[in-house]
């Protein structure tokens, strides 16, 4: 038995010394991002200096079923403040279902109108939507190559802010920072919305301004054509072909410019096997690249340690979830490990210390929250009340995001999967009827649940030994788990469709 806890313990203190690295590492995007702003040098748009000759710019659409939100997307494209001989829109359309009449009317209109405008459609969706983008990349006639996904609302200045970065020639893309149209539709939304709003204020900015490598985040940006030729094209190899060919541009010299000051609004999803959906892409995708991109990353020579230390965080970031999952899974076995073997207490002090990354995730995101100034209106109560709901419902996606990470390091493949968008901007506004909802039950789910209740036992294991000091840990494990479990549940039946228990957890003006 002394073998079997010692084992636990190193298993244990391995998975929290890796969470407690990636906290530094997002400590250290902390103080790179807070340097910067001190300094000035945050990378702001070029909206004083206009543009000496307009370039032919191609918009690209990638569409598929998308009948609930495209037609406001081409509306939204449509106001681009830009010549119209210089612009070309392609509407890159794979769908199967009225997507496409609405899109073939909606395109008449804009011609009418004197918009270059071309409906394609590919004889089948092989690569799905790095597929979609390199076959509109063969057929457009644009120096730069902006794209949008469905639920994206670009502004009318998008260009216009956007383009003049490009006055260097070693830049081959400029990102925009993600805005949340429907941001307070539903306690998921403001959690979600609290969870990227961090990743496009720290993460992003802290890395472009120090010189590391970013990424393109799939959309609201824009790209030199030469960019994604020079680097080998769209490739469908992984489920994030935005993150795979960012990689590989900034490993051929090119730099990205990231502008945290112009936002471009999108729509978050807003039912819990939608967000699902999107996690598991986004988790899968980021370790199919890592195994795909990471020794290039070590090989080359010309970039610093630093640049490599956090290319290996990035694209290494989704492999937390699987230490995630063993520190909980083994933190109630770890109650009875440290009651019964009084050899090991010593070991268990050093353990703890490491549960100081939430204290460096915290700082993390209320840098964020604090960052945004003009739609900050709460206490730090209100923060703490949020982050540890955000942090809940994290550990209760870790088990299905672990499920992502460990498919793509065993190498099994899986389509494309389309995140469901639904049009929504308005709490009035309703869900229940979204013919893309996705209405099946899989085993991910029921396995949630029953984590729920595996760590609603930890709760009493903590009493029946006296030993409260992970208490918190179970309480939040066992409400995250529950709260996945039950809405993906609920919301496939159509149930509480804009959860709002919490309004007192607003943190920003709408």
Known sequence: MEILAFIILCIYSISLLVIFSYGMAQLSLVISYLKSKAAGRIIESVVNSPLSKYPVVTIQLPIYNEMYVVERLMDAVSLMNYPKDKLEIQMLDDSGDETTDIIGKKMFQLQARGFDVAHIRRPDRRGFKAGALSYGLQLARGEFIAIFDADFMPKADFLLNTLPQFSR??????????????????????????????????EQTGRNSAG????????????????IIDSGGWQSDTLTEDLDISYRAQLKGWKFIYLENIGTPAELPVAMNALKNQQFRWNKGAAECAKKNLSSVLRKKELSPATKLHAIFHLMNSTKFIFIMLTAVLSIPMLYVKDHFIQFHNIFFYASFFLTSVLMLGAFYFTSIAQQQRRFSGNIIQFLMIFLLFLAVSMGLSFHNAVAVLQAYFGKKTAFKRTPKFGLESKKQSWKENRYLEKRINWITLTEGFFSIYFIAGIFVAFSLKDYGLLPFHIMLAFGFGFVCYFSIAHSKGLFTNLQPFKWLKLARS
Do not use: M
């Open 169 to 202: 020639p070693e830049v081959g893309v400029v990102q925009t920072r993600w805005e949340h149209l429907n941001k307070d539709y539903s306690l998921i939304t403001k959690l979600q919305a609290f969870g990227l709003d961090a990743h496009f204020t720290v």
């Open 212 to 227: 590391h490598f970013i990424n393109f985040n799939g959309t609201a940006g824009i790209w030199r054509k030469q960019c």
